[in-house]
């Protein structure tokens, strides 16, 4: 008898169903002849917390007690998750099976699949001969090939050793560096690994946005006669009018100093990752990296795609038959892109390489994703189907081609000849001017998805509308259209923009760019068997997601913006805990762990020694004007409608961190100092739980439901922040 244990439910049914013979269903397994399939619910087994270590009085938060570090004596406990320790019961019940021969771990191919199973199989002591299942698409043929290519547990060892670091590593520094900092300062601040270089990012970019000083400039622009010449920016406003003043003279003239004419071929883009299509969703569509990949996660439980957690673009060769089906027939054509647009002769070869795939390929779709599994699913299902199978087809297209020209001019040296005074005191790079023109010859791959996000649009686009004559030559003299038509453009240097997920997740996956070191940046850059990144595909989203629960970030429409108690906890942070080269050269030792390019315990003991030091690291650099005298609870939800200070809970109530109150006579409180924002916890019968009022601070409207008139009607509400009022109802029909 074989015992499969897959990472969930439904993919424990897909495997059951790839087997050959009728499926039995009993409570918590399947059996399908000869073999057993079960499913974990994730992480059935974790880390111990630190107080539940008996031997340690680690219960008690006090720096006495710092470092923390169990090693060797680790301690794994069961989820205390609904179900997880009667699903472990059954998993490990059926493990110890006398008639159980061996064991197939079948849970998710990755990083985390892999702990989930190992952990399991040590926790409830098992020594059975163990074979991996490794898998990337849920269709039933794909499953019954990788049943029989099947290899010894023992060869994915790297893999185990990575896990079991990172999962060490996280609990060492995030114990360690949340306990002393919170001690330090009387806060409560919530430190990680990934997350705090990640809010580090947050919190530079927008203090450069705060700090930016707006330096005006001025630019001549010259009509043309169906286009335009733009000079250079101009720092001083005399500069820009003496330019002016040349160019609406009723003789002048333009040298044409250089014309570039080109003809592009842009290549296809290549197929998704998982970080790049979630940066397209919320470009393209608003989606959160979390709602992508939890849509992603439904469609390969539904087998319409591949598997999700991937950080590969490309497939192998082995993968180009399975592709070739893909894209035969009109099945990924209808409901999807416009028949017209298809590719005639798909270039199949432009998604292989073999050196670029470590583990799992490129996202795709499966030969089951059609126009008929669209109607069947939800509308952020839907999106994510829909740009997968389109980049499918974009990756597979022709290139897109352009006709690119450039020209640049100055002016007339013959008009210099008989005006020698005028622009005596501007110097040559000050009246150049420049035009540029693009123009589309075949859209080739760009048909596919003609709309554009509009944030991706240049606020200063010259090139608007132009259209260079085609005999337009070098060394030929023009004189602007109409004479006198020039006009004086002014703007203002831009500060850089606020992060958006998307562009949050780039700076997360290219994190080599923040390093300056020449010989840690080319080894980030090197990405033959890492992302280069901080954190995983897999994490990022989590990541983003925590930083917003713990009230460092806030999002703001598209934006992602740090709060004040973020930017807080970036001031007294030792400056390797935020270091995102620290952190993504720690995610790099950890890949080549998994590699086996690196000693386990080698890396192991650095991320330790990294922990250790932490808590004297946090007591040797205090920073005073930090330290928080109060000792109530200083968790803040937000910043304050009113005044901008955090929020924070006080018993029943949700108030300003600047009130302070007074008992007085009839018993009654009343504000003495701050500004006197409050809202209590519960309204009209329901809570306003913690995580519904850091939405609504950062500008979130929250849904209550099930609320009954006093005739006995049921209607619905939404919570909104007010300023004056606190929280506020806006009822529904």
């Known amino acids: 008898m074989r015992l499969i244990i897959a990472e969930k439910h439904s993919v424990g049914q897909a495997i059951a169903q790839a087997l050959d013979g009728r499926v039995e269903k009993y409570d918590g397994y399947m059996q399908v002849g000869d073999d057993l399939v079960t499913w974990a619910q994730g992480h059935l087994v974790d880390l111990a917390a630190p107080d539940e270590y008996n031997d340690h009085d680690w219960g008690k938060w006090s720096l006495d007690t710092l470092p923390i570090d169990p090693t060797p004596a680790w301690q794994w406990k069961v989820s205390r998750e609904k179900s997880a320790d009667r699903q472990y019961k059954v998993i490990a019940g059926l493990m110890r099976r006398n008639d159980v021969e061996s064991l197939v771990n079948a849970c998710d191919p ?4 892999e702990a989930i199973f190992r952990r399991i199989v040590a926790y409830a002591g098992i020594d059975k001969p163990m074979r991996r299942l490794w898998v990337a698409s849920l269709e039933e043929d794909a499953i019954r090939d990788a049943l029989v290519s099947m290899k010894d547990e023992s060869d994915y060892r790297g893999l185990a050793d990575a896990a079991m670091i990172r999962a060490k590593a996280d609990w060492l520094i995030g114990m360690n560096a949340s306990r002393a900092y919170s001690l330090v300062y009387n806060a409560r601040f919530t430190v990680g690994r990934v997350q705090t270089p990640t809010l580090a990012m947050i919190v530079d970019r927008d203090r450069r946005i ?32 003496t330019l002016l003043r040349i160019v609406n003279a009723p003789d002048f003239r333009f040298g044409i100093f250089a014309v570039e004419r080109k003809q592009r071929h842009d290549a296809p883009p290549r197929l998704y990752d998982l970080t790049n299509l979630q940066k397209d969703m919320s470009r393209l569509h608003g989606l959160t990296a979390a709602c992508t990949l939890a849509a992603l996660q439904a469609l390969y439980e539904k087998r319409l795609t591949t598997y999700p957690r991937t950080d590969s673009q490309y497939v192998t060769t082995a993968d180009l038959e399975t592709l070739r089906g893909l894209t035969e027939g009109d099945r990924r054509v209808e409901g999807f892109i416009d028949p017209d647009v298809k590719p005639n002769q798909p270039r199949l070869e432009l998604t292989v390489n073999d050196a670029k795939v470590a583990g799992h390929t490129a996202i795709l779709p499966t030969m089951q994703a059609d126009a008929r599994a669209l109607d069947e699913l939800g ?31 100055n002016i007339d040296p013959h008009w210099c000849e008989k005006h020698p005074d005028e622009g005596r005191f501007l110097s040559e790079g000050e009246c150049r001017f420049i035009s540029r023109s693009d123009q589309p010859v075949s859209l080739g791959w760009h048909a596919i998805e003609r709309a554009k996000p509009q944030e991706d649009l240049d606020d200063d686009n010259d090139m608007a ?55 840690l940046k080319a080894a980030l850059d090197d990405d033959e068997s890492h992302s280069g990144g901080i954190g995983t595909p897999a994490t990022r989203a989590d990541v983003i997601e925590k930083l917003i629960r713990t009230g460092y970030v806030a999002r703001k429409g598209k934006q992602l913006r740090s709060t004040r108690q973020g930017q807080s906890l970036i001031d007294v942070i030792a400056p390797r805990l935020k270091d995102v080269a620290l952190t993504a050269d720690m995610e790099r030792q950890l890949s080549q762990v998994e590699h086996n390019h690196a000693d386990p315990t080698q890396v192991e003991m650095e991320f330790r020694d990294l922990a250790a030091g932490i808590p004297s690291d946090a007591q040797n650099t205090v920073q005073q004007d930090h330290v928080q005298t109060k000792t109530r609870n200083t968790e803040s939800f937000g910043d304050c409608p009113r005044c901008g200070k955090p929020v924070i809970k006080s018993g029943k109530v949700f108030q300003c961190s600047t009130n302070r109150r007074e ?38 409207k929250i849904s209550l439901k099930g609320f009954t008139s006093r005739k006995g009607s049921k209607f619905d509400a939404t919570l909104l922040v007010d300023k004056d009022k606190g929280i506020v109802f806006d009822f529904g029909k």
């Not at 990755?110 to 699949?113: I, S």
């Not at 500004?675 to 009022?693: F, N, Q």
Request: proline share 6%; with cysteine.
């Open 379 to 409: 509308e952020d299902e839907r999106l994510v189907l829909t740009r997968v199978v389109r980049r499918m087809w974009e990756a597979v297209g022709e290139d897109y081609v352009h006709d690119t020209t450039m020209v640049i001019a």
């Open 110 to 113: 990755d990083r985390e699949g």
């Open 663 to 700: 008992k007085q006579p009839d018993g009654t409180w009343k504000t003495m100092e701050g500004c006197g924002w409050r809202a209590w916890t519960t309204i009209a019968g329901k809570t306003v739980t913690d995580s519904a009022m850091r939405g609504l601070l950062a500008g979130q």
């Open 210 to 241: 705060a700090g930016h000083v707006a330096q005006p400039y001025w630019k001549v622009v010259a009509p043309m006669g169906g286009w335009k010449l733009t000079g250079e920016r101009l720092d001083k406003r005399e500069d820009a009018e």
């Open 465 to 519: 509308g132009n259209i260079i004559p085609a005999n337009l030559a070098t060394g030929v003299s023009i004189a602007p259209i109409p004479h006198g038509g020039a006009t004086l453009s002014e703007g203002q240097t831009k500060p850089p923009k606020p992060f958006t997920e998307a562009t949050l997740l780039a700076a997360m996956e290219h994190a080599s760019r923040w390093v300056e070191d020449k010989e």
